[in-house]
């Protein structure tokens, strides 16, 4: 949303802040991993409408139901930067505090600050339903009121009904804010994508300095010194087929180049260690030679910090396929068993041309020739091969 733009403020029948003798200050909290121009927009517009004094936006630290991917120093150095643009205020309480962070501990110690004071918590429709889960709620809601932002057109009777339920004291903002989430953020600095209309250009800045949220940058480096030689030439032979295929199937090149590098990252170790790693029963011991695809996609996240959902995904299925693939998928899937380094079989040269022409179809007829190959070996085939070849009985085909 553009700054300035109109909402509709929709205050019950709570004193207006302005006729009340106390302050009124606004209270964002929230990982901010990173801040964005969503939660900016968003406190300027609880600020306007509900005459507010201030806005604190408070990152927070050790939260009990997030993980954040930056450090809490990194998360209050942006959203200070963004803040101070903006001309708000942040507090570090909880980034400082010890342990798990909960509003209620944030709560009392903005009360023993001193002043006379009113806080407005700011949060979401599906927040307010959440609120009876909040650490201590009976105290929370003597601490403080809310402002819950609900999206345009939708109905507010419900929730009013619930508030007044829990006792807890609310006014309600409707709001047409941008649809941004730190998510999408994270997820676009993975996938080498422009996020300057995402985030505040400082934001930005120390974002790029700092190189967050992007997959490690000696990536390469890293899978030379694991790997054994061959595997590693394997590894930048599935790199440049993947990253050549994906523009004529409209696949973002950063995921094909992190899925195709990554596809073999855990095969430096053992199958005990697999094993471990995974939490893998022992049905896996009927195709242990699949089982570094899911020992991989865990690796990826934990030492590489790739945590692109659909290129943790494929990089799972590149050895067994599944009933659904994606476009990603099957090019990964593709790509490792027909990269030029792989020796020369009968069907590989048609199979690489097909790939050229028809993505589904290559990966159709590689998952054919995996299974062949694993009937005549006598291993057993791994039941996601089979479903993504339609089979529920090997002894169909």
């Known amino acids: 949303m553009e700054k300035g733009k109109s909402i509709r403020c929709e205050i019950c029948e709570y004193i207006p802040f302005k006729e009340g003798l106390l302050l009124a200050i606004g209270l964002l909290g929230g990982t901010f ?41 990194m998360r209050l150095a942006m959203t200070r930067m963004a803040a101070e643009e903006a001309g708000f205020t942040v507090s570090d309480i909880e980034v400082k505090r010890e342990g798990r962070t909960y509003t209620v501990d944030t709560l009392r110690a903005l009360h023993a600050a001193g002043g006379d004071r009113r806080f407005v918590y700011i949060i979401g429709t599906d927040t307010l339903y959440q609120l009876p889960n909040w650490r201590e709620f009976e105290t929370v809601k003597t601490l403080t009121e809310f402002a819950v932002i609900r999206r345009v057109g939708e109905d507010v009777a419900n929730a009013r009904e619930w508030a007044d339920s829990i006792g807890a004291k609310v006014h309600f903002i409707e709001v047409d804010a941008p649809d941004i989430s730190s998510t999408q953020v994270r997820l676009c600095i993975q996938r080498d994508e422009d996020i300057s209309h995402l985030v505040p250009g400082c934001v930005e800045k120390y974002i790029r300095e700092h190189n967050l949220y992007a997959p490690r940058a000696d990536l390469l480096e890293k899978l030379q010194e694991t790997l054994q030689p061959r595997r590693y030439m394997h590894t930048l032979g599935v790199i440049d087929t ?113 790939a050229e022409e028809d993505l589904t179809a290559a990966a159709k007829r590689c998952a054919e020739s995996s299974y062949q190959y694993n009937l005549g070996a006598g291993r057993t085939v791994h039941p996601d091969t089979l479903k993504f070849l339609n089979v529920e009985m090997e002894d169909e085909v």
């Open 242 to 354: 993947a990253v050549r295929l994906a523009p004529g199937y409209g696949i973002n090149e950063r995921q094909a180049f992190l899925a195709a590098a990554l596809h073999d990252c855990a095969k430096s170790m053992t199958a005990e260690e697999m094993f471990d790693l995974t939490g893998a029963d022992d049905t896996w011991k009927l195709y242990p030679q699949t089982l570094h695809a899911w020992a991989g996609e865990i690796l990826a996240e934990r030492d590489y910090n790739v945590f692109d959902p659909e290129v943790l995904i494929a990089i799972r299925r590149h050895t067994t396929a599944d009933r659904v693939m994606t476009p990603l998928d099957m090019l990964i899937y593709v790509a490792d068993a027909i990269e030029p380094g792989r020796r020369m079989i009968p069907g590989l040269r048609e199979l690489r041309q097909l």
């Open 33 to 73: 991993d990173p801040v964005h121009n969503a939660h900016i927009c968003l406190a300027q517009l609880a600020k306007e409408q509900l005459g507010l004094e201030d806005i604190i936006l408070i990152p927070t630290g050790d939260p009990p139901h997030k993980a954040p991917r930056a450090s809490g120093e």
